[in-house]
């Protein structure tokens, strides 16, 4: 049996054990997935600890995304976002991806968004900076809008083509852009949005990072316009596919995994 596992901390609730054992039950895959709370300042030794006892693949959440970059090779994108979620111990020495800026790009092309021109990335911390990346990499021109408008400018001088602004700024970036991801955590268990509801458009599809309330205050403003709306559970769910994909090699069955995840929001 293959063990594949989660470190973070808080992980009790964490809906990655049953989205990646539905699939491992339509595969006939015989593996369990379980979720770890090492000590702050361990997870190095928890990736080590995870490597000696044989473990498939470990996903990583806050607050230890950063920290195992010290125990871990990482691939290009995750060295230059400077953060890890996903462990492959395949190789010699454990390998670090970032399937958080994969699962955004993922979730958008699932419905249809084309990414080519402009995004708008509201919020610079770690999801932020992770979709800022993912979006740059497709090609797109990236504009991030923060609150703390240094962190913006700091964050784009790191992505390439990307550009930095404070959240007034919104209005004007909004009215040329194709594609909007919230990637604060306003809107999460209230019911806030973090853009102007004039600033929104029926040309956008709008991809919202928080996945509690599914519905959020910016997905139903946007939607009333006539915008293309992608709930963060869709997020979520395409981080997990693609470190899913990564370790097993085979195509993830999406749906099952998506049901797995809503059937527990
Ligand atoms: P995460 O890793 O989930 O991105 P984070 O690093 O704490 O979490 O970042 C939270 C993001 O939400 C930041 O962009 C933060 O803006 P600041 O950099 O100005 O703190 C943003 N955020 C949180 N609360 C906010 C609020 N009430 N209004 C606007 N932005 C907010």
Known sequence: MDVYGLIGNPVEHSLSPPMHEAAYDELGIDARYVTFEPAEGAAGEAVDAAATLGLAGLNVTIPFKQAVLEAVEPDDLAARIGAVNTIDFSGDRPTG???DAIGAVRALEAHDVDLERDAVVVGAGGAGRAVAFGLATEGMDVAIA???VQKAHDLAADV???SGHGLDALPELLSGADVLVNATSVG???DRSPVPTD???GNLAVLDAVYSPIQ???LREAAETG???VDGAWMLLFQGVEAFERWTGRDAPVDVMNRALRGRL
């Open 146 to 148: 923060n609150r703390t």
């Open 188 to 190: 999460m268990d209230e």
């Open 199 to 201: 600033a929104l458009h």
């Open 227 to 229: 915008a293309t709306t």
């Open 216 to 218: 959020t205050r910016l």
């Open 97 to 99: 991806h970032n399937t």
């Open 160 to 162: 390439p083509g990307a």
